[in-house]
Antibody, heavy 121, light 107 residues
Framework: EVQLVESGGGLIQPGGSLRLSCAAS????????MTWVRQAPGKGLEWVSV????????FYADSVKDRFTISRDNSKNTLYLQMNSLRVEDTALYFC??????????????WGQGTLVTVSS | DIQMTQSPSSLSASVGDRVTITCRAS??????LAWYQQKPGKVPELLIY???TLQSGVPSRFSGSGSGTDFALTISSLQPEDVATYYC?????????FGGGTKAEIK
C-alpha cells in the first residue's frame, strides 16, 4: 500500500525557515517524480515544486522560486521541502504527491494527508 | 506560463443529472491534462489522466474529453457522494498549474 506521510509543519514567524519531510513507502520511491502542492485555508490547489526520480530535474512555481528548495534522499525514501524567507501568504496545508509514471511531468496518483504551515507574527 | 481556466466555479444539480465542467488552457497542452476530486475535508484524488483515461477504481459515470486547449469532465448521473470540488491540472510543462476549481453541490 502506497503511503506518504508529511511532517515538519508548524507556526513560524515571517522571515523564518522550515523544512518539510515526506516519508514514502509501498512503492519504489527512486522510480517516480515527486511533487509538493499547497492549499491555503479555504482556497484552491497551488502547485509548488516537482523533482524528477533521480533528483536531476527540478522546477518551482514563481511564487516560491529562490526561497524554497526541493530535494530527495532515495536511500531514505524521503522527499523534502526547505522553505526560507517565509511570508504570511505561504500559510497553507502542504501536500506531497507521487507522480503517476516515470516522467517528471505527470499527474499525481497518491497524496499525503498534508502538514500545516502557519506563518504569522 | 500556461493558465488553466475552469468553469463554472460552482454548480448545483439534482441527483441523476448530467453535469459538465470545462477547463481551458491558455496554450495547447496536447492531452496532458488531469482531473482531481477533493471532497470536503479530504485529500485530492486523481480521477482522470491523459485527458480521458479513468484512474483505477473511479466510477464509470465520470468521463473526460478534449485535447489541445479545451477539456471537459462529465458526470453522467450526479450522485450524493460526488459533492466535492473538482480541479483540472496541466502537466504538459512547468509550472504544473491547477485550475481554480469547480464546487459541485446537490440541489
Amino acid at each position: 500500500e502506497v503511503q506518504l506521510v508529511e511532517s515538519g509543519g508548524g507556526l513560524i514567524q515571517p522571515g523564518g525557515s522550515l523544512r518539510l519531510s515526506c516519508a514514502a513507502s509501498g512503492f519504489t520511491f527512486s522510480s517516480y517524480a515527486m511533487t509538493w502542492v499547497r492549499q491555503a485555508p479555504g482556497k484552491g490547489l497551488e502547485w509548488v515544486s516537482v523533482i524528477s526520480a533521480t533528483g536531476g530535474t527540478i522546477f518551482y512555481a514563481d511564487s516560491v522560486k529562490d526561497r524554497f528548495t526541493i530535494s530527495r534522499d532515495n536511500s531514505k525514501n524521503t522527499l523534502y521541502l526547505q522553505m526560507n524567507s517565509l511570508r504570511v501568504e505561504d500559510t497553507a496545508l502542504y501536500f506531497c504527491a507521487k507522480g503517476y509514471g516515470s516522467a517528471t511531468y505527470n499527474a499525481f496518483d497518491y497524496w499525503g494527508q498534508g502538514t500545516l504551515v502557519t506563518v504569522s507574527s | 506560463d500556461i493558465q488553466m481556466t475552469q468553469s463554472p466555479s460552482s454548480l448545483s444539480a439534482s441527483v441523476g443529472d448530467r453535469v459538465t465542467i470545462t477547463c481551458r488552457a491558455s496554450q495547447g497542452i496536447s492531452n496532458d491534462l488531469a482531473w482531481y476530486q477533493q471532497k470536503p475535508g479530504k485529500v485530492p484524488e486523481l480521477l482522470i489522466y491523459g485527458a480521458s483515461t479513468l484512474q483505477s477504481g473511479v466510477p464509470s459515470r465520470f468521463s473526460g474529453s478534449g485535447s489541445g486547449t479545451d477539456f471537459a469532465l462529465t458526470i453522467s448521473s450526479l450522485q450524493p457522494e460526488d459533492v466535492a470540488t473538482y480541479y483540472c491540472q496541466n502537466y504538459n510543462s512547468a509550472p504544473l498549474t491547477f485550475g481554480g476549481g469547480t464546487k459541485a453541490e446537490i440541489k
